[in-house]
């Protein structure tokens, strides 16, 4: 009898995997010097339909939680155990940092300069030529969920390059009130991902070492919009794509002075050309140095801690050609992170 081909089953780890099933897969990495063995978990879910493979991971940097509890969220959802595709979920990619609670590997290196990798390189590299080629190579798109650097923060955006239309359009599927076209690094995720012709975004929104909703509410429904934008749930239409705003440029407003920062504008402000950010005082009340921003824009990340030297970064500003429409979807978003649970 003629009918519809059954889907083949999804080989990952080790395991196969049954369409309309999923499973908890555990690759290891490397081990510790205690010569017990690391173990990076992921969970799949691999549809009884065909679909795209996406892969969302996080912590590829140790000390940057938001996307843990983002894709802890996305394995409890009951909406992925009926999807179309597939779904790998790795909350934490760099177990080695993540337990140093640091940024980097042991070794110092930053596993997020080391993509593709290789099986006899440094740690970082073998790390992330495991990563590669037993993750990263079955997926069709990637979101790859960062925060900002340890002491600062990010307004919940994604970067992408956006010269890439693929990569744009999911970018906009995320539905984020902003997107930032970011250089592709070699050596990153993004990089590697999109060499092997993967179609890769990523997301930064928060701040390490912390947990905050504000960057976990947009993440966790910018993967739910992302999965329904490839058309990975049964019961929704495929959502209209938001008009993108695309930043012009942003740069950073770096400290004049030496001393402790008095912060002004919060995160996601709207400035003015000229407006206060913040001052430099010092701790004997001797000066006050003004900190103004130099365009109009959005204060898309800043600094989180108030001690400063000369030439440190302390906000960064983007810059939009309509300003007060990303003012707009920046309201938005903050009634819908009020109105979620
Ligand atoms: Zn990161």
Partial sequence: MAGKKARKAFHIGGKIIAPGTDARINIETT?????????MPMHVYHGKED??????CAAIHGDELTGIEVIRRLIKNPRMTDINGTIILVPIVNHLAFIHRSRYLPDRRDLNRFFPGLDTGSLASRIAHKFMTEVVEHATHIVDLHTAAVHRTNFPQIRTNIDNAENLELAKAFGLPMVLNAELIEGSL?????QMGKCAITFEGGEALRLSEDAIKPAYQGVLNVMAHLGMFKDVEKPALLVPTIANSSLWVRADADGILKNEVELGAHVKQGQLLGTINDPMGDF??????PINGIVVGATTIPLVHQGEALYHIASFRKVSSVAQKIDDLRSFIERQE
């Avoid at 679909?51 to 969302?56: A, K, N, S, W």
């Avoid at 006050?288 to 921003?293: F, H, M």
């Fill in 31 to 39: 081990q510790l010097y205690t010569n017990t063995p690391v173990h």
């Fill in 51 to 56: 679909g795209p493979t996406l892969l969302v």
């Fill in 190 to 194: 993004r990089y590697s991902a999109g």
């Fill in 288 to 293: 006050e140095t003004r900190v103004t921003s």
